[in-house]
Each structure stands twice: as structure tokens, then as C-alpha cells.
């Protein structure tokens, strides 16, 4: 059996990392319960939080997580995470390969976040606009 190292702490992603609030209710809980039952079997103990792919969820995805066991998830939301986000709905600063250490630096000590993101942050109100819409449209036909 593999172990983690000391200190350290899995987590997981989803099974094959779809957009989660857009599955059916078959398929998502099988893309949250799968990716926990192989890291389980792999390290012999659950994976204790979740990311959700591209940073999606709505109450219905985040119910899911919650009754599969993980006791905390994580949206993106290019801010740092705060207690009044509820440990399922957790902000997350994005680290990317092009991330500099000094930025890095920054990013977790909280300086600047907002700046860093400003861009990041428009693009996602716009996305989460035309998602909404492709989800009103696909309900009515």
C-alpha cells in the first residue's frame, strides 16, 4: 500500500474533469465517487477535499460532495479562501506553469490577489453568463 507523506493531504479532481454542474445526476455522482474510491484504494485512506473542475458547482454538485465524504471542496475564485465561504464553496487562487516564485509569494501571503486576477475575473462573470444561457437554451428545447 502506498502512503502519503507525512503532513500531506489528498485530494481530488473529478474522474475524467468535466464541467460538473452540467452531468446529469447518474454521471456526476459517478465523476466524484470514482476519482475518491481509486485514491482511496491507491493510498488506504480517503482524500479529505475536492476541487471542482474549472471551478463549477452549484448546491446540487456541492450535495453530492458532501454526501460522498469530503469534508471540504474548492471553487477557484482567484480570491483567498474565507470561513464565510462554507467549507464547500472554498476560494482558490489559480498557480500556473508561467506562475513566477515571487508571485507565488504573493498570492499566498495575500497581497495583490485581486490585482493578479482582475482580468481572470471578468472572463469568468462573462463565461458564467454565457453557461447560464447555454443551460436555459438546452432546457427548452
Known amino acids: 500500500m ?8 489528498s485530494a481530488v479532481h473529478s474522474h475524467t474533469h468535466p464541467p460538473l454542474d452540467q452531468l446529469g445526476d447518474e454521471r456526476l455522482r459517478f ?3 470514482r476519482c ?3 485514491l482511496e484504494a491507491e493510498l488506504g485512506r480517503p482524500p479529505v477535499s475536492f476541487a471542482y473542475p474549472y471551478g463549477y458547482s452549484d448546491r446540487r454538485v456541492r450535495q453530492v460532495v458532501r454526501e460522498a465524504g ?3 471542496s474548492l471553487a477557484v475564485g482567484n480570491a483567498l479562501a474565507d470561513r464565510r465561504q462554507g467549507p464547500y ?36 462573470k462573462g463565461y458564467a453568463l454565457v453557461r447560464r444561457s447555454r ?3 438546452g432546457k427548452v428545447h
Open 31 to 33: 465523476e466524484v465517487v
Open 89 to 124: 464553496a472554498l476560494r482558490r487562487v489559480t498557480v500556473r506553469r508561467r506562475t513566477r516564485i515571487e508571485e507565488f509569494e504573493r498570492l499566498v501571503h495575500g497581497r495583490a490577489v485581486g490585482r493578479a486576477f482582475a482580468g481572470d475575473r471578468a472572463l469568468t
Open 36 to 38: 475518491r474510491d481509486i
Open 135 to 137: 443551460q436555459l437554451l
Open 70 to 72: 469530503f469534508g471540504v
Open 2 to 9: 502506498n502512503s502519503p507523506r507525512p503532513g500531506w493531504r
